[in-house]
């Protein structure tokens, strides 16, 4: 069974602001994209177009056009922001790439253009400091008739993506990498990460961006015909590269209300950390109805739709531990009146405005409203009184 949106969750994230559009408001990810934007013009010397479109899109335009199997996990509404049978909110920006090569029906002469596409996609993830319900997402499309393009292309575009992000001059030594990865609408597909240095000296990789060569069968959908048309796609996060490029640990800071903050999101010199508020944990014991409830992105989603407007307060949410209800003692069993076939589950909230410290009353009536969105058993076990 589908769930659809109701009108105020619809509204709500409508009315979120994008910050990679300069109309909402300048802001140091639209700085970013510009460069990244400017890199690749230089690269192939060709035009590029921006284009801003509407996050509600046609289902099928986000799915099916684009490759996605009838019956993907991904089409689930409980990864995907649905409004209608037919209506979604985009759960990627490659959303508007179909009607975009529907438009190159009637080009019949030479054609080299590089076609931008960023903006909020809207989906199911998890709580933590660096991923949100409502990322940016950019993707970057170069389409070429009467003219090839391969492989090598694809990893010059590669390695001017990197620079263009973390340019050697301010990141010496910076190591990135191409494995293999499959996508529906391209082919030799692959993912793009780069290696970061985390606090304590650690080295990670992270993704940055995935691409490919634009597959034959999605040209072919839109009247193109491959053997005269060709195309590289890369679709990149631009909340994470941000963070990247000047050393930001927690995603909620892009949309910090904090004037030292915000003062330092207009340009994209290195961040420099404004003292930070004390962090309330408070643990959560949930029956879920089942294994599969215990979904940290799943419980993540809930747990913002609860908090609302609230939400940016939430630094984290965690599953620590999934026990069947036949594994639980006799004790905790009673006392949580667990059914046969239900989990007790374990969660921890980590609770951390950035703008001021929370009183324990404060942190105990959020602990509260998320607990009572997501537990589904008999007995409640609230707090905040």
């Known amino acids: 069974m589908t769930n659809y949106l109701s009108l105020s969750q619809l509204n709500a994230a409508l009315s979120l602001r994008d910050l990679s559009d300069p109309d909402a408001g300048p802001h140091a990810m639209q700085l970013l994209l510009a ?12 035009p590029s177009v ?16 684009l490759g996605y199997s009838p019956d993907d996990v991904t089409r689930d509404s409980r990864y995907s922001r649905h409004v209608s049978p037919t209506v979604m909110l985009r759960s990627h920006t490659s959303a508007g790439i179909p009607a975009l090569l529907d438009s190159l029906r009637g080009e019949l002469g030479h054609y080299d253009r590089l076609h931008v596409l960023p903006g909020l996609v809207y989906r199911r993830d998890a709580i933590d400091r660096t991923h949100v319900g409502a990322p940016h997402q950019v993707d970057l499309w170069r389409l070429r008739a009467r003219g090839l393009l391969g492989p090598s292309d694809l990893d010059a575009m590669m390695a001017a993506i990197v620079e263009a992000v973390l340019p050697a001059s301010e990141h010496p030594g910076v190591r990135w990498r191409a494995t293999p990865a499959r996508h529906s609408y391209t082919a030799a597909g692959m ?11 650690r080295s990670e990789w992270l993704e940055l961006a995935e691409c490919g060569l634009v597959a034959a069968s999605v040209l072919r959908g839109s ?23 000047k050393g930001i640990t927690d995603i909620r800071l892009l949309r910090s209300r904090n004037p030292e903050v915000q003062a330092q999101l207009l340009d994209l010199s290195p961040y420099r950390p404004v003292s930070t508020m004390p962090e309330i944990r408070r643990d959560l014991s949930l029956v879920l109805s089942s294994e599969a409830g215990a979904d940290v992105e799943l419980l993540g989603d809930l747990a913002r ?3 609302g407007a609230d939400a940016d307060m939430l630094a984290a949410l965690q599953v620590r531990t999934v026990t069947p209800a036949a594994d639980l003692p006799p004790a905790a069993v009673e006392r949580l009146r667990i059914a046969p076939g239900q989990v007790n589950v374990l969660v921890r909230l980590v609770l ?5 410290t929370l009183t324990d009353q404060e942190a105990n009536a959020l602990r509260d409203r998320v607990y009572v969105a997501l537990h589904q058993g008999e007995v409640p076990e609230l707090i905040a009184g």
């Open 35 to 46: 460069d990244v934007v400017a890199a690749l013009e230089r690269l192939w010397a060709v």
């Open 50 to 65: 921006t284009h801003r479109l509407n996050p509600l899109v046609a289902t099928a335009d986000n799915y099916d056009r």
């Open 191 to 201: 993912q793009l990460d780069v290696l970061v240095s985390q606090p304590g000296g």
């Open 223 to 245: 009247g193109l015909d491959p053997r005269r048309w060709a195309g590289l796609a890369l679709g990149m996060g631009l909340d994470r590269a941000l963070m990247l490029r």
């Open 305 to 307: 739709t609860a908090l």
């Open 352 to 356: 951390q405005p950035l703008d001021r």
